[in-house]
C-alpha cells in the first residue's frame, strides 16, 4: 500500500467558502474525504496535512520522507518559498505540486512558481480534481 501525504498551504483551510468562484464550494475535509475514496480504490493511503505558516508546511514535508509520495499544494507560498522549496530537495520522496485555479491564467506574479523544478510535476486548474489526478500520478510510478 503507497503512503501519500498531502500538504496544504495558508488559507486552504478556508476553502467552501473563500473565493468559491475561483476554489469552488468543496471544504478542506470535503476534499480529503474525495482523495480517501479515490486513494481506497488505488490501495493507497492518505495523511492529511495544514498549515498556514511557513515552517509549518517546511515540517510537514521533512516528516513525509518516509513516504511513497507527497501532494503539496503549498498555495501563495508556491511563488517565493526558497524554504519550501529546499525541504523538496532535501526528501527522497516524489513530489507533485497542485493547485485548484489555473495559475497561468490568473495575475501574473502567480504564473511563477519556485517549487516546480524541483518536483516531479504540476497540477493546476482542474479544481478538487487537482489532487486526485496528483494521486493517480503518484500511484502509477
Known amino acids: 500500500m503507497k503512503k501519500i501525504i498531502v500538504i496544504n498551504g495558508p488559507n486552504m483551510n478556508m476553502l467552501g467558502t473563500r473565493e468559491p468562484g475561483i476554489y469552488g464550494k468543496l471544504s478542506l475535509e470535503d476534499i480529503e474525504g474525495l482523495i480517501n475514496r479515490e486513494a481506497a480504490i488505488l490501495g493507497a ?15 510537514g514535508i521533512q516528516n513525509a520522507a518516509g ?41 501574473s506574479f502567480r504564473a511563477k512558481s519556485v517549487l516546480a523544478p524541483v518536483c516531479i510535476g504540476t497540477i493546476s486548474g482542474f479544481g478538487a480534481d487537482s489532487y486526485v489526478l496528483a494521486l493517480h500520478a503518484l500511484c502509477r510510478i
Open 45 to 59: 493511503a492518505c495523511t492529511f496535512f495544514q498549515s498556514n505558516s511557513e515552517g509549518g508546511i517546511v515540517t
Open 67 to 107: 513516504a511513497d509520495g507527497v501532494i503539496l499544494n503549498a498555495a501563495a507560498y508556491t511563488h517565493y518559498s526558497i524554504a519550501i522549496r529546499d525541504a523538496i530537495s532535501a526528501i527522497a520522496a516524489p513530489v507533485i505540486e497542485v493547485h485548484m485555479s489555473n495559475i497561468y491564467a490568473r495575475e
